[in-house]
């Protein structure tokens, strides 16, 4: 009913930027938070970065000053700014969407999405 696709992911330097884009289509009423998490080798799934409906913004420490979130909701569509990437930015980074489908609008009932994952590698 509902598709994520992501885009944007690869292999950069340290110090260089990447722009992820990750956008949902389908059977959709209503979209409330977008999010971006990350899961790195052997360790658990991470909150990068998500943005309310209204634009209210929530960074992991690590993130602060580097990555910017933000969502065109013409476009249902979230982006991650990443700048300044470090080598421990790597891992495969996944967009979630908290959304309300039109078969579950009579009843507001909320669930949350998932992408498909894309790498992103921090290396020289």
């Known amino acids: 009913q509902v598709q994520l696709v992501e885009s944007g992911g690869g292999l950069v330097q340290p110090g260089g930027s990447l722009r992820l884009s990750c956008a949902a289509s389908g059977s959709i009423f209503r979209i409330n938070n977008m999010g971006w998490y990350r899961q790195a080798p052997g360790k658990q799934r991470e909150l990068v970065a998500n943005i309310t409906s209204g634009g209210s913004t929530n960074y992991a420490d690590s993130v602060k000053g580097r990555f910017t979130i933000s969502r065109d909701n013409a476009k249902n569509t979230v982006y991650l700014q990443m700048n300044s990437l470090k080598p421990e930015d790597t891992a495969v980074y996944y967009c979630?969407?908290?959304?309300?489908?039109?078969?579950?609008?009579?009843?507001?009932?909320?669930?949350?999405?998932w992408g498909q994952g894309t790498q992103v590698t921090v290396s020289s």
């Open positions: 979630n969407v908290n959304l309300v489908t039109i078969s579950s609008a009579w009843y507001g009932g909320a669930s949350d999405a």
